[in-house]
């Protein structure tokens, strides 16, 4: 059975940290490409970051660029999403997804994990 679980949410004050961590299980994480999306209250859900299945090519958008990182670790089967300097514009529902290449739809869903920001 195919799993995202996604964990590491909460609530933090602006300007500070948190990390979120993607689990999988039940397919072969290190052959897949892995994002992480965003969605705030009343809001489309948004593109946050992705990476390669080795990690190295990285992508952003453009609000986040220089405070966040997306990183994995293929061996653990666990991909990450570190945030600093957290706004409260970032407080949104953040999900995982991995697909097979880059050229492939996102098919597999994590269930989000809440951050809040107050300011």
């Known amino acids: 059975q195919v799993q995202l679980v996604e964990s590491g949410g909460g609530l933090v004050q602006a300007g500070g940290s948190l990390r979120l961590s993607c689990a999988a299980s039940?397919?072969?994480?290190?052959?897949?490409?892995m994002g992480w999306f965003r969605q705030a209250p009343g809001k489309e859900r948004e593109f946050v970051a992705n990476?390669?299945?080795?990690?190295?090519?990285?992508r952003y958008t453009d609000s986040v660029k220089g405070r966040f990182t997306i990183s994995r670790d293929n061996a653990k089967n666990t991909g990450y999403l570190q945030m600093n300097s957290l706004k409260p514009e970032d407080t949104a529902v953040y999900y995982c997804?991995?697909?097979?290449?880059?050229?492939?739809?996102?098919?597999?869903w994590g269930q989000g994990t809440q951050v809040t920001v107050s300011s």
């Open positions: 997804a991995a697909r097979r290449s880059r050229l492939a739809d996102y098919n597999y």
């Open positions: 039940g397919f072969t994480f290190s052959s897949y490409d």
């Open positions: 990476t390669n299945w080795s990690g190295m090519d990285t």
